[in-house]
Structure formats: C-alpha cells, structure tokens
C-alpha cells in the first residue's frame, strides 16, 4: 500500500519549520517538494528533487531548507516591520493613478550597487567552474541568470532580491515566486551550483 505523501516537521537536518502556508517542503520519504503553477494545464503542479538524480546531492537539499528558513524569517521580519502607510499609498496609487498621482515607489532610493562593482572590488581569481557555469548560463533566461548574479554574485537574501525587483518594475512579486524561479535554476543545474555554493561558503568563512 502506497503511503500517502506528507510534509516532513521531524528531519533532523532541516533549519525551517513546518509552514502550512509555504508551498515547498520535505516529504517524509526525504524528497524536496516544491507547487508551481502551471500556466497550460491551469493549474498547481508538483515538482520534486531527491538526491541521486539529476547531479543532486544531500548538500542540495540541505541549501533549499536554508533558503526556506531564510524566507520565513523573511516573511516573519517583514510583518512584524511593514510599511503599512507605504502600502496604503502604494495600493491607492495602483487603483486610482489621476487621484494619487506620486507613486512612493519612486521616491525610493535605489540602493542596487553596480554589478561589476560589487563582483569586481578586488583582484579576479580563475574560477575552475567557469566552463561549466558558462554552459549552464546559456540555457537559462534573462531572469535566470539576474537572480544568480544576485543571490551568488552580489550576495543578496532572495526577500531583498524581491524588494528590489518591486521597487524596479512597480509590479507586485511574491516571495513564493522568487523562490520558486531559484528552485527552478537548481533543479536544472544542481550538481554545479552546488559546488559553486559551497566555494562561496568557504570563502566567505574564511574571510570572517
């Protein structure tokens, strides 16, 4: 009889917490489970990641609930901190642009650095992974490859990566789907991305 598939609250190795409200989580069998909508078949669509396929390795899991946990204390800062003025002017701005005319995410300082400023402030090492990043660079979109600039390069959480996308568009992005696009660009690259997540994580403990 097959057992029907449950999130996971008890893995031993998970930083986050069971979040009934967030659609990615660890099954009880130990695969990494995240909802996506699916724009033909009109509607949600479960993807999974388990180790051994694909180039995923236990690392690559252990990285996703890291980044769960890093969005639900995200989500939990952000309410506890919201703006509720800001989003009031902004939502009556949204509905009734000749009304309210100053849209308050203009007045916003951008705060993005230059990328090449911020990946190039010191002497550039030859980075073995260069051919292979390369290569996965080249399938990705546009969208894609700005998220890993961002999130490896610039090394922005994904909730600024977000911030920063709202202030940029005007457009309304949910945590959600930031975290599913990155979701998206591990599960076609994993076993890459792995090893240049954890270079970066020996770097950045060395130079603690």
């Known amino acids: 009889m097959k057992m029907k598939e449950k999130k996971n609250n008890e893995t031993s190795k998970r930083s986050s917490r069971y979040n009934p409200n967030r659609n990615s989580y660890i099954t009880e069998d130990g695969r990494y489970a995240y909802v996506v909508w699916d724009g033909e078949s009109k509607c949600n669509i479960t993807h999974y990641i388990e180790t051994g396929k694909g180039g995923v390795t236990e690392e690559i899991l252990i990285l996703l609930d890291e980044d769960d946990h890093q969005m639900d204390l995200q989500e939990r800062y952000g309410s506890e901190n919201a703006d509720y003025g800001f989003l009031n002017r902004q939502l009556h701005h949204i509905e009734d642009s000749e009304k309210f005319a100053i849209d308050p995410i203009g007045?916003?300082?951008?705060?993005?650095?230059?990328?090449?400023?911020?990946?190039?402030?010191?002497?550039?090492?030859?980075?073995?992974?260069?051919?292979?990043?390369?290569?996965?660079?080249?399938?990705?979109?546009?969208?894609?490859?700005?998220?890993?600039?961002?999130?490896?390069?610039?090394?922005?959480?994904?909730?600024?990566?977000?911030?920063?996308?709202?202030?940029?568009?005007?457009?309304?992005?949910?945590?959600?789907?930031?975290?599913?696009?990155?979701?998206?660009?591990?599960?076609?690259?994993?076993?890459?991305?792995?090893?240049?997540?954890?270079?970066?994580?020996?770097?950045?403990?060395?130079?603690?």
């Open 107 to 208: 007045n916003i300082e951008d705060k993005q650095a230059d990328l090449f400023t911020v990946l190039f402030t010191e002497e550039v090492v030859p980075n073995k992974l260069m051919p292979q990043l390369l290569e996965i660079m080249d399938n990705l979109t546009d969208a894609q490859r700005d998220l890993i600039y961002d999130h490896l390069g610039a090394m922005k959480q994904l909730e600024e990566i977000r911030q920063d996308e709202i202030a940029a568009t005007g457009k309304q992005v949910t945590q959600q789907a930031v975290s599913n696009r990155w979701k998206k660009i591990i599960t076609v690259s994993a076993k890459s991305l792995t090893l240049l997540f954890l270079r970066n994580e020996r770097l950045k403990q060395r130079n603690k």
